[in-house]
Structure formats: structure tokens, C-alpha cells
């Protein structure tokens, strides 16, 4: 079944611990995503790979990092959460930005 | 920057009726225009595309959406509302660059 999956779907952190949330696709998509979704605020993009080793900043990448080591993968790492990172985050994949986006089932943060 | 505006946070409509849902667009280049859906606790849901062609866009469920160059606009509508079409919809664009913008989501309410 061609999907995108997430881990861990609900995380409860403390503010300044490291985490990673894992994202990954089996459609062979060259184009991935990190969204934010906020009340009131929609979705925002975090950071978005065009494919392996080639990432770039979305409208809200501050406190993030990403990585695309592998085609299939595109984690998500918080080095240091605050509470402001309380959100919920949605992995996504295509072939490009120009085409229909498969998102994954989303993974609630919280930061205390 | 691109930017893209929902300016209803919230419509209700009857079951039966008509329903429109609005979405305002600013990019730079020719833009790439996408509605997706997002039911209770779910992840999102690819509904339809513009890219060239065609003003009037079908897509799934019965939905189709509108482009107006003059206008900046990609309005979402179905002639006759479902109670099942209650959810979160959001609009999307890209101009060109590889980023995408999300709009801040319109909340659909069909009552029986």
C-alpha cells in the first residue's frame, strides 16, 4: 500500500530534550515536506527536500533541522523543543511541488 | 513572498444547497493552485489541481474549483452539499519557487 509513515504518532517532551520524528515513503517521491498545523494559522511549511542531500527552508524553520540521507526518509529533529513547538506536524511526499501530496497521519507534539 | 488567503474561517451551509468555499492567492510566475481536505483526526486529503488548461477543475467527490486570473482566486464548490462534506478545507499554492503555501483553512459545515 503506497503511503507515508510517521513515528511516533503522540510525543510528550520536556522543554531542551533532543527528539526526532521519523518520516517515511514508499512511492519513491523525489519531493518531501515538513508542515506545522496550527489553529487559526493553517498549515506552514517547515522544510522541504527536492531529493537525497538537497534540503531547504519553508516559512517557519527556526528550531528545526531535517536531513535526506535516503530517498525514502526525511526526519524531523528538534535539538533543543520549546514549548512554542507544541503543534501538530504532518510529513508529506510527491514527485514534485507541482503535484498531489501524500501526507502522513500526523504526529501531536507536546512540550512542557 | 507568496501568500495565500481564506477569508472565511468558517461556512455553513444546508444539505441540498450550493456551497462555495473561498480561497485568494499572490505569487510570483504562473501558479500551481491545489485544495486539499482534512476530515476529523485524519491526515490531509488531495481534492483537485490547477496548473494550465481549463479554468473550471473537477476533482474528487464531486468537487471542482473555479480559477480566476483577474481575480487571483481558486474558489472550491460542489452544486449540492453533502452533511459528509463537513471538514477542514484547506488551499494551497505554489509560484516559482519549489515552496508551498497553505492557507490558514476554512471550516465546512453541511446541516441536515
Known amino acids: 500500500e503506497a503511503q507515508v509513515t510517521q513515528n511516533p504518532r503522540y510525543l510528550i517532551t520536556v522543554t531542551g530534550k533532543k527528539l526526532t520524528v521519523t518520516c517515511s515513503q514508499n512511492m519513491n517521491h523525489e519531493y518531501m515536506s515538513w508542515y506545522r498545523q496550527d489553529p487559526g494559522l493553517g498549515l506552514r511549511q517547515i522544510y522541504y527536500s527536492m531529493n537525497v542531500e538537497v534540503t531547504d527552508k519553508g516559512d517557519v524553520p527556526e528550531g528545526y533541522k531535517v536531513s535526506r540521507k535516503e530517498k525514502r526518509n526525511f526526519p524531523l529533529i528538534l535539538e533543543s523543543p520549546s514549548p512554542n513547538q507544541t503543534s501538530l506536524y504532518f510529513c508529506?511526499?510527491?514527485?514534485?511541488?507541482?503535484?498531489?501530496?501524500?501526507f502522513g497521519p500526523g504526529t501531536r507534539l507536546t512540550v512542557l | 513572498a507568496q501568500s495565500v488567503a481564506q477569508p472565511e474561517d468558517q461556512v455553513n451551509v444546508a444539505e441540498g444547497n450550493p456551497l462555495t468555499v473561498k480561497c485568494t492567492y499572490s505569487v510570483s510566475g504562473n501558479p500551481y493552485l491545489f485544495w486539499y481536505v482534512q476530515y476529523p483526526n485524519r491526515g490531509l486529503q488531495f481534492l483537485l489541481k490547477y496548473i494550465t488548461g481549463d479554468n473550471l477543475v473537477k476533482g474528487s467527490y464531486g468537487f471542482e474549483a473555479e480559477f480566476n486570473k483577474s481575480q487571483t482566486s481558486f474558489h472550491l464548490k460542489k452544486p449540492s452539499a453533502l452533511v459528509s462534506d463537513s471538514a477542514l478545507y484547506f488551499c494551497?499554492?505554489?509560484?516559482?519557487?519549489?515552496?508551498?503555501?497553505f492557507g490558514s483553512g476554512t471550516q465546512l459545515t453541511v446541516l441536515p
Open positions: 494551497a499554492v505554489r509560484g516559482s519557487a519549489r515552496q508551498l503555501t
Open positions: 508529506a511526499s510527491s514527485f514534485s511541488p507541482s503535484d498531489e501530496q501524500f
